[in-house]
Nanobody, 124 residues
C-alpha cells in the first residue's frame, strides 16, 4: 500500500510560480506511474499532468501545457509539479495519484492511490 502526501500549495498572485511535491511511502515508488489532478469547487476532478515510471514520458492537459512541468525523483520517492505563470483559473485542490497498472494515463480510473490534496489559490 502506497501513502502519498502532497505539499507546497499556498496563496500566490497571478504570474507567480509554485512547486508542489508529493512524497510516497510504503511501496516501490519506481513501480508506479504518477499523475497530478486538480479539483475546484463545483467542478469535476481533472488531470493536469502524468508521468511514466521512469520519467521518460509525460502528458499535460492543454490548459497547463507550457506552464506546468511534472517530474519525479525515484531516489527520493517524490513527484513534483512545477507551476509557472499561474492564473486564477488554476485555483484548486491538487492531488497526486499513483497507478501500478498503466504506463501513463490522464484519467482517474487507473490510479489506485491518492493523496489528501494541497490547496493552491491564485489571486488576480
Amino acid at each position: 500500500q502506497v501513502q502519498l502526501v502532497e505539499s507546497g500549495g499556498g496563496l500566490v498572485q497571478a504570474g507567480d510560480s509554485l512547486r508542489l511535491s508529493c512524497a510516497a511511502s510504503g511501496g516501490s515508488f519506481s513501480y508506479y506511474a504518477m499523475a497530478w489532478f486538480r479539483q475546484s469547487p463545483g467542478k469535476e476532478r481533472e488531470n493536469v499532468a502524468a508521468i511514466t515510471r521512469t520519467g521518460s514520458s509525460t502528458h499535460y492537459d492543454d490548459s497547463v501545457q507550457g506552464r506546468f512541468t511534472i517530474s519525479r525523483d525515484n531516489a527520493k520517492n517524490t513527484v513534483y509539479l512545477q507551476m509557472n505563470n499561474l492564473k486564477p483559473e488554476d485555483t484548486a485542490t491538487y492531488y497526486c495519484a499513483a497507478s501500478s497498472t498503466v504506463h501513463i494515463a490522464n484519467t482517474e480510473r487507473p490510479y489506485e492511490y491518492w493523496g489528501q490534496g494541497t490547496q493552491v489559490t491564485v489571486s488576480s
